[in-house]
Structure formats: structure tokens, C-alpha cells
């Protein structure tokens, strides 16, 4: 049965549905030995699909991890700096992972990596409203006003916040403590958020997405995630 290409690289657990349209759009693609473009369908049952002029192979298990991030480390497949990967903490999963979302250099705590890339696609999506929530530590005193504006939404270059949840924690001398969940992942959306309200963030941890939690795991440490927990991830992701 022919599929879109992006579908089937997805669900290869090559990448997510999105890179795989830019891949294809690059040109990296091909059917049969023909350069597709995007639209183009394919069985993997009987065409020989390549990417970057390697066969595609359909992936066998699905794995799911959630890694704590330490600081120092990219979420990136290589670093042209030659910095630390993520992927460098999961190396005895013998599958390939690949990070789904981003979790910037400075910044640090719950992230899944998986080979599953229609999860990950279904994970990183706007539309489906996956909460993420942070701790973060802040220069500076964070009045409810500043909390209000938080949770309303803040304009940044590319466009107004959704609104989020921000509550405080505590303060302390010349810092303070917040948590914030947002429904969106915005490109370094957190640290935008409070440089807009006249704060420098000290530290940013990411402590849930969804239901998973980070918990009482190590820095630098993994775990996989039980049938349950990725059986309640994918719910509605046939309906996608």
C-alpha cells in the first residue's frame, strides 16, 4: 500500500515527518532511483527507497527513553564545536535515538529520545498541546505582575506566547525561583519569555512533559519508559 514518503521515513524511525519533508524537499530522496519531491507516495514493500543514497530499512523495535540532561551537553546528532551529545549518554541502547524537541546547551532535565519518529512527530507538534513544565531560576525579585504577564503571553520576534501556567516558588536574596508550563516549544522559548520581563535566567530544568516526570533520576542517567506510559503517548496518534 503506496504512503507518503515522509510517513515512511517517520515511522523507519529515520527522522520526524517535518525533517523528512525538508530532506526530501533537499532532494536526498529517491523512488526507484528517481529524485522525489514532496507529495510523492511509495510502498516499502516493493520500491526501493534511499535516502542520502542509502537503502531505507523499516525499523524493528520501538524504543523510548527519558534521559535527565545535564548541562553541557547538545541535542543534536554531531557539533561542529565538538561538544558533548545527548546521545552520548544512551550509548548502550543498542537501537539508534534520535532527540525528540530540543533541550538548549545551558539547559538541562527530562528529555526523550526514541526511534519511533511518528511518536516524536506526534510529540513535537503544536496542535496537540503536550504540557512541558520548568523550574527556573531567575535574577532578580518575580512579582505576581511579572507571573500575570508570564501567563498571559509575552511577544517575542516570532509572535505572541500561548498563554502558559506560572506560579512562584520561592525568593532569596538576589534570585528567585519559578515554575512555568507551556503548551509550546518556541526555540529557547523559556529564556525569551523571562529576557522580555526584564529577567536573566540562572538555571532553566525541565521537569515534566505530559505525564513523565523526571523524578529522583541522575543527571547524565536514563531510563526506558513501560509499555503503559508509551501506550499513553501515542493515544489519538492513528488519528494524526
Known amino acids: 500500500m503506496s504512503e507518503k514518503l515522509q510517513k515512511i521515513m517517520s515511522r523507519a524511525g529515520l527522522t520526524s515527518r517535518r525533517r523528512a519533508e525538508e530532506w526530501i524537499a ?6 526507484n532511483g528517481i529524485v522525489a519531491t514532496l507529495g510523492d507516495r511509495a510502498d516499502p514493500a516493493c520500491d526501493k527507497i534511499c535516502v542520502d543514497g542509502r537503502v531505507l530499512q523499516e525499523s524493528g523495535r520501538r ?7 545535564p548541562r553541557g551537553y547538545v541535542c543534536t546528532l554531531s557539533d561542529p564545536q565538538g561538544r558533548r551529545l545527548v546521545t552520548d549518554l544512551v550509548q548502550e541502547v ?3 535515538l534520535y532527540p525528540v524537541g530540543r533541550l538548549d546547551y545551558n539547559s538541562e ?10 511518536l516524536a512527530n506526534h510529540l513535537m507538534h503544536p496542535r496537540h498541546h503536550i504540557e ?10 518575580v512579582t505576581p505582575q511579572t507571573l500575570a504577564t508570564l501567563s498571559k503571553g509575552v511577544t517575542l520576534e516570532d509572535g505572541l506566547t500561548a498563554p502558559a501556567v506560572a506560579q512562584n516558588l520561592r525568593h532569596s536574596g538576589s534570585y528567585s525561583w519559578f515554575e512555568i ?4 516549544g518556541k526555540n529557547r522559548q523559556v529564556r525569551r519569555m523571562c529576557e522580555a520581563v526584564g529577567h536573566d535566567v540562572l538555571r532553566l530544568k525541565r521537569i515534566r512533559i ?11 542517567s536514563f531510563r526506558r519508559l513501560t509499555d503503559a506510559e508509551v501506550a499513553h503517548l501515542r493515544r489519538g496518534l492513528s488519528s494524526n
Open 26 to 31: 533537499q532532494g536526498r530522496v529517491t523512488v
Open 181 to 184: 508550563v507551556l503548551h509550546e
Open 210 to 220: 505530559d505525564i513523565l516526570q523526571i523524578g529522583s533520576l541522575g543527571a547524565g
Open 94 to 96: 543498542p537501537e539508534r
Open 63 to 69: 524504543v523510548v527513553v527519558l534521559l535527565n540532561k
Open 132 to 141: 512541558k513544565c520548568y523550574l527556573v531560576k531567575v535574577r532578580g525579585l
Open 109 to 118: 532535565g527530562l528529555l526523550l529520545l526514541t526511534n519511533d519518529g511518528e
